[in-house]
């Protein structure tokens, strides 16, 4: 059974450009995190979807974020006209429909460098 | 939810036992208390969560006084490749869960 997938695992992005980060959850699971971790600290909250909806985008930027799962593929973090302050390792997560979502299943991470 | 206050850093030896204490004085009754554990360049990973008294798997152990304002991650004879940061978490243990990760303790074991 294969983990949770992310790609690109690095990109760099100048400034201004998009960046978008692809994740594929576990086999089975249909609710999609995910994270973004500054050097030397810990994760912070983005957003929660499960197909095809948002439950909880409170930790998204108000601008410039946007996310999704769609019903068929992975689940895409997008990031438009990007800047320095966005590099980071953005990580997702997933968890069964169901299950305990304190377990959370993490991915490799995408390490988003902007120069 | 509640703060979760840990040591930013601890140094061991092979085979010795290692404890992490984190100090969460503002966990709600239907709070669990869960750690996970992050190598450098990976995501965090699942070790072990509880309510209350103790908790064992086979990875930790996990010890949390009647109070449950502290808890203590257990690693029993740890190698070098236990070094990582572990992170305490403090969450509901029921419905939607918004992980909030604080600083974490780096751990470093050392031959």
């Known amino acids: 059974n294969a983990g949770v997938m992310q790609n690109p695992r690095h990109l760099v992005r100048r400034r201004g450009q998009e960046a978008r980060l692809r994740c594929s959850p576990m086999?089975?699971?249909?609710?999609v995190y995910w994270y973004r971790q500054l050097p030397e600290e810990g994760l912070k909250f983005m957003v929660y979807?499960?197909?095809?909806?948002?439950?909880?985008e409170s930790g998204m930027p108000k601008e410039r974020f946007s996310a999704e799962f769609p019903k068929e593929g992975p689940s895409i973090l997008r990031i438009q006209q990007v800047v320095r302050g966005d590099s980071a390792a953005y990580f997702c997560?997933?968890?069964?429909?169901?299950?305990?979502?304190?377990?959370?299943?993490f991915g490799p991470g995408t390490r988003l460098t902007v120069t | 939810l509640a703060k979760t206050t840990q040591p930013i850093s601890m140094d061991s030896y092979e085979g010795q036992e290692v404890n992490i204490t984190c100090s969460h004085n503002?966990?709600?009754?239907?709070?669990?208390i869960t750690w996970y554990q992050q190598f450098p360049s990976q995501g965090p990973r699942f070790i072990i969560q509880?309510?209350?008294t103790k908790v064992t798997n086979e990875v930790a152990s996990l010890f949390i006084p009647a109070d449950r304002k502290s808890s203590t991650l257990s690693l029993p004879r740890v190698s070098l490749s236990d070094t990582a940061v572990y992170y305490c978490?403090?969450?509901?243990?029921?419905?939607?869960?918004?992980?909030?990760f604080g600083t974490g303790t780096r751990l470093l074991v050392s031959p």
């Open positions: 997560a997933s968890s069964p429909s169901g299950g305990r979502s304190y377990e959370q299943y």
């Open positions: 086999k089975g699971h249909s609710h």
């Open positions: 979807l499960q197909k095809e909806n948002i439950i909880d």
């Open positions: 503002n966990i709600a009754t239907n709070d669990y």
């Open positions: 509880g309510y209350k």
């Open positions: 978490l403090v969450s509901p243990g029921t419905g939607f869960q918004k992980l909030v």
